[in-house]
């Protein structure tokens, strides 16, 4: 199995402020069709794991452009800018290239 | 707009089996691969496995870590989606999930305790 490695494990942020969350994955995620199926998703209390970025880069529909990601190959990065009360809460990677699709262990944004 | 409700969890002893029911809504069902995913609490989510679409003869694929044990299934017909649970252990213990292809959309959960 891909195993997908987030670090750093918990983050705390000012609101306002700027994270970065890292993803690396155990190889590489390029699919042979050459898409890279490597997304994030937002577990907020007590509700379901929501898609923010799929294939590396790309918000899903109404996602603000405060979230961006990057990336290629096996190193991803999550990047929250102007981070918001609403953007706390568990942040996953998780990858589709391969089977089984599998997910990073999380990174908990929780405020300063 | 689109929906999943998962239902039929609860509690089971060990060795049981239990059926989830996910009810789609708000997308041309066959059109779409749909998964079951599970989180044990406090933990990552774990892809149990899917079955495709109808351009792909509802075909399916699972987790080697439930293979043989658990068994995906839908019934295009009323839009629903299920996963059969055999032979339950300690350790399926968890919200179960179902979702759309590419993960877009995930339903509410059920939790599912498998416990004497």
């Known amino acids: 199995d891909v195993v997908m490695t987030q670090t750093p494990v918990s983050l705390s942020v000012s609101l306002g402020g700027q994270v970065s969350i890292s993803c690396r994955s155990s190889?590489?995620?390029?699919?042979?069709?050459?898409?890279?199926?490597l997304s994030w998703y937002l577990q907020k209390p007590g509700q379901s794991p929501q898609l923010l970025i799929y294939k590396v880069s790309n918000r899903f529909s109404g996602i603000s452009d405060r979230f961006s990601g990057s990336g290629s190959g096996t190193d991803f990065t999550l990047k929250i800018s102007r981070v918001e009360p609403d953007d706390l809460g568990v942040y996953y990677c998780g990858q589709g290239t391969q089977y089984p699709n599998t997910f990073g262990a999380g990174t908990k944004l929780e405020l300063k | 707009e689109v929906k999943l409700l998962e239902s039929g969890g609860g509690l089971v002893q060990p060795g049981g089996s239990m059926r989830l029911s996910c009810a789609a809504s708000g997308f041309t069902f066959t059109d779409f691969y749909m998964y079951w995913i599970r989180q044990p609490a406090g933990k990552a989510p774990e892809w149990l496995g899917f079955?495709?679409?109808?351009?792909?003869?509802?075909?399916?694929e699972y987790n080697p870590s439930v293979k043989g044990r658990f068994t995906i299934s839908r019934d295009n017909t009323q839009n629903m989606l299920y996963l059969q649970m055999n032979t339950l252990r300690a350790e399926d213990t968890a919200t179960y999930y179902c979702?759309?292809?590419?993960?877009?959309?995930w339903g509410q959960g059920v939790m599912v305790t498998v416990s004497s």
């Open positions: 190889q590489s995620l390029v699919h042979n069709n050459g898409n890279t199926y």
């Open positions: 079955i495709r679409n109808k351009a792909n003869g509802y075909t399916t």
């Open positions: 979702a759309r292809m590419g993960f877009d959309y």
